[in-house]
């Protein structure tokens, strides 16, 4: 049985394959239709979730499979101490796979130690986000035709971001991807993941000013400064408008840059740049569901 912690679980080759089937899906999704017939998805999460919870489950419901769960701690038996080892350990048997977030790292992992079903980490505090890097990396497939060979910007609050821990894990793993990491003092990427790229020889560069980058981007991945991970209110009102993606910015970048999001956003894209077609972060979501019901099939051994 396989679980999904970090997107390292899945070789690069086997992101292929999950890749190659998202991509089938898209192109014929009556063929998958009733795969997941009589299998039940659990969601459960202890956090507040709207797009990654309802693409975990659109997927199941186009598989043709049924959804249970809960939507926040405060509805399920954490309220009454209950731990979340107990809570899988119960949920394994109302279920067949589960998705789950939790505020805290490492709770996924303690999950998928008790657990006897497959358990997908869907977001654990500032740690990981497994599947939002899996919807990335196949957009940037899809739309891009390629994932290596490219110069990333990742801008905003590239600290508490687990999005942006996962994408860049996952990433340096393809060849010749640089990274530049746009973000103020405050919110730069961890200390541990520098030290990674130190390690693997992996070229990037640290800025504060977006303009001064924007052209040589192939790809730029925006974040959200991340309210409810911050210790005081004053320090994140001072940082949340610190980047605001504008028209005039999207001027400076190329042609064919891709500008993407795990959303929801805030204030750091200007809705203006929506008509843009370099703005790809709404496909990015459909994308999101595509991979989600080729990750459930895989795991639940059905591709
Ligand atoms: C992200 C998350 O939860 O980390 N959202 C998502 O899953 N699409 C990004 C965010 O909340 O900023």
Redesign the pocket.
Known sequence: MRHLMTPLDFSVEELERLFDLAADIEREPSKYAHACDGKILATCFY?P?T??RL?FESAMIQLGGQVLGFSDAGSSSATKGESVSDTIRMISCYSHICAM?HPKEGSAMVASMAASIPVIN??DGGHQ?P??TL?DLLTIRSLKGRLDNFTIGLCG?LKF???VHSLINALVRYDNVKFIFISPEELKVPDYIIEMLKEKNIPFEEVIRLEDVMPSLDLLYM??V?RERFFNEQDYVRLKDFYILNKEKMDLAKEDMLVLH???RVNEISVEVDEDPRAAYFRQVQY?VYVRMALILTLLELA
């Open positions: 956090e979730s797009r990654t693409s977030r869907a977001g986000h599947t939002q919807t609050d971001g687990r999005t974040t959200r991340q795990p959303l929801p999101g």
